[in-house]
């Protein structure tokens, strides 16, 4: 999530701080103190700076290594949008050039005493973590923002091991402090997500290559219960969230349960399998990176125990662009996935694509409400509206189907 975007739902700014400082200080065994100011930083002398591309999502300093900003380039410089391309392209070389960087920033930090090498580092910002890397030693810190409880950084820290150990090809976990959870220490990999590819096939391989090894990790984490119970579980998890959830209105309560309980209503009786393992949480085409040494899937954070098909419903559903997203699930459940995926769990019937489509959508509404259960967020988000959207068409649309 781009640092534009963090601004409207959190208080980033001392968040940013905070994290900055607590970590750098204990990193280099000296206090470190860093201040956020909005503008720029032309006229700025005390302490060292380090610019803020709130929609790069980038934090740096002005004379930077141009190496630094690879992992920007790569992400950014080729919208998916074609008519965005010229444009975005020019932005993204203006933004990250030494002699323009410092008009294009919003903000700036300033650090005292200074972060030695910082022209070797980027600081890139997240959803629950801040990434620190540092070009030089080859390594990535991601670190948990200040206030935010220990849930992600615990499930990605203890995922990757499992995925490693599975094949999955993942940045390799250096060091992590597996005590309190604050942060770990990876390999720094850096790569162009397929959705910025120019070559589809070649964005199509890197998803059957990476997908193949996922199944490794589903057949060592697999366990079976009854669409039943898998449903009522998830429902408990979901009531337990909205109950206690600061940022939902009681209007907004009222209708999350209702929707609940109708997808319920679908599932309760039934007996049937459904089998569970350990999935990444966020398979899209961004967390998926092509580089010359192989294909690499990243953020793990959501990684947690669904259906064995959840990984392939994000990716064919996209599931994370809200807009259209009930009919692309209703499409699913009509004709099944647009694209095979090794292994991928087939669904026999409509019927049980319908039953795997409900407990999915509880699933999600599950990953939405956690996404957003930090208690220092001031706002749900763009993410909740979107998502309260999409339930209420998927709600209608079950409401059209026969009960089976």
């Known amino acids: 999530m781009r640092i534009s975007l963090l601004l409207e739902r959190e208080p980033f700014p001392s968040i940013l701080e ?34 803020v591309n709130a929609y790069l999502n980038a934090i740096f300093v002005p004379d930077a290594q141009p190496t630094v900003f690879d992992p920007i380039r790569r992400e950014f410089s080729r919208s998916p949008v ?28 300033s650090v005292s005493p200074s972060v030695p090498q910082a022209q070797a580092q980027l600081v890139i910002a997240g959803n629950h973590k801040i990434r620190w890397l540092d070009r030089h030693e080859g390594k990535v810190y991601g670190i948990r923002k200040t206030g935010f409880h220990d849930q992600f950084m615990r499930q990605e820290i203890e995922a990757r091991q499992q995925a490693t150990a599975c094949g999955v090809s993942v940045p390799a976990l250096l060091s992590a402090d597996e005590e309190s959870y604050s942060w770990f220490c990876e390999q720094l990999v850096s790569g162009t997500p397929i959705n910025r590819l120019t070559d589809q096939q070649q964005a ?6 990476v997908y193949t090894a996922l199944t490794n990790l589903y057949a060592q984490t697999e366990t079976q219960m009854s669409i039943g119970e898998y449903a009522a579980m998830l429902q408990q998890r979901i009531l337990a969230l909205v109950d206690s959830h600061h940022l939902l209105t009681e209007g907004e309560k009222t209708i999350v349960r209702q929707q609940v309980a109708q997808l319920g209503e679908r599932l309760d009786a039934v007996t049937a399998p459904v089998t569970l393992a350990l999935t ?51 499409r699913f459940v009509t004709a099944g996935l647009s694209r095979s995926l090794p292994g991928t769990v087939l669904w026999p019937t409509e019927a049980a694509r319908q039953h795997s489509a409900t407990l999915f959508m509880l699933e999600e509404t599950l990953f939405q409400l956690t996404q957003i259960n930090q208690p220092i967020f001031i706002t749900a988000g763009a993410g909740w509206i979107g998502w309260k959207q999409v339930m209420t068409q998927w709600t209608t649309i079950l409401w059209e189907q026969p009960v089976g």
């Open 18 to 51: 905070e994290t900055l400082s607590r970590f750098w200080s204990h990193h280099f065994g000296q206090g470190i103190t860093v201040r956020w100011q909005n503008g720029r930083s032309l006229n700025h002398t005390q302490g060292q700076t380090w610019l």
């Open 82 to 109: 074609w008519w965005k391309r010229p444009l975005q392209a020019v932005y993204v070389q203006t933004a990250l050039s030494r002699s323009t960087a410092q008009w294009l920033a919003q903000a700036y930090l």
């Open 204 to 209: 199509n391989a890197a998803v059957q290559q």
């Open 280 to 330: 990444h949480g966020d398979f899209q085409p961004a967390n998926i990176l092509l580089n010359e040494a192989g294909v690499w899937l990243i953020d793990w954070e959501y990684a947690a125990q669904r259906q064995i098909g959840y990984d392939a419903l994000v990716y064919h559903c996209a599931a994370r662009f809200p807009a259209g997203l009930a009919q692309r699930v209703q």
